[in-house]
């Protein structure tokens, strides 16, 4: 596992990077993982893309899912997040964002976008039901099967690009 180093761009001078991935969960840490990706997209030119996994709405407790009620749940979750991302995005500056808002699993959705990137940068926990572990699920997942560098750290800092 990598962590994030103090100063990004002297970390990876040599590196060429067009498209980054950075997989959002609103949290703070995710924050601060946009932050970092928006120094990384500036030094390298890069694109990056925002992408928020919602989970499947499911009721716990009926025993009948009603289908009008799962498509406007469906729907208000997606724009939500939407809506989420795009102040994500503005509150960053200087950097090309594509913002995706997909349904599933959060680490098998987070794997198909990582095929399209040159790197994953993603904090290692966020908002999951599970929270048992100290570096998250999901990010277990993702740094197990993942093919592409995967940047992940819990000590982000707004000054880590300053180079």
């Known amino acids: 596992m990598l962590s994030f180093p103090e100063h990004p761009t002297k970390f990876m001078s040599t590196l060429s990077i067009s498209k980054i991935l950075v997989p959002v969960d609103f949290s703070a840490r995710s924050h601060e993982a946009v932050r970092y990706a928006g120094s990384l997209a500036r030094h390298f030119h890069a694109v990056v893309t925002l992408l928020h996994v919602t989970e499947p709405p499911h009721a716990d407790y009926a025993m009948v899912e009603l289908p009008d009620y799962v498509a406007q749940l469906t729907e208000a979750r997606r724009s939500r997040a939407n809506e989420e991302l795009?102040?994500?995005?503005?509150?960053?500056?200087?950097?090309?964002?594509?913002?995706?808002?997909?349904?599933?699993?959060?680490?098998?959705?987070?794997?198909?976008?990582?095929?399209?990137?040159?790197?994953?940068?993603?904090?290692?926990?966020?908002h999951s039901r599970i929270r048992e572990f100290l570096i998250g699920s999901v990010t277990a997942k993702v740094l197990h099967d993942c093919h592409q560098p995967v940047l992940?750290?819990?000590?982000?800092?707004?000054d880590a690009g300053a180079a």
Do not use: N, W, Y
């Not at 997909?102 to 990582?114: N, V, Y």
């Not at 992940?152 to 707004?158: A, C, E, P, R």
């Open 86 to 126: 795009q102040q994500m995005r503005a509150a960053v500056e200087g950097f090309v964002a594509t913002l995706v808002v997909t349904e599933g699993s959060p680490a098998e959705e987070i794997l198909k976008h990582a095929e399209a990137a040159d790197m994953v940068v993603m904090p290692t926990q966020g």
């Open 152 to 158: 992940t750290g819990i000590h982000l800092t707004d």
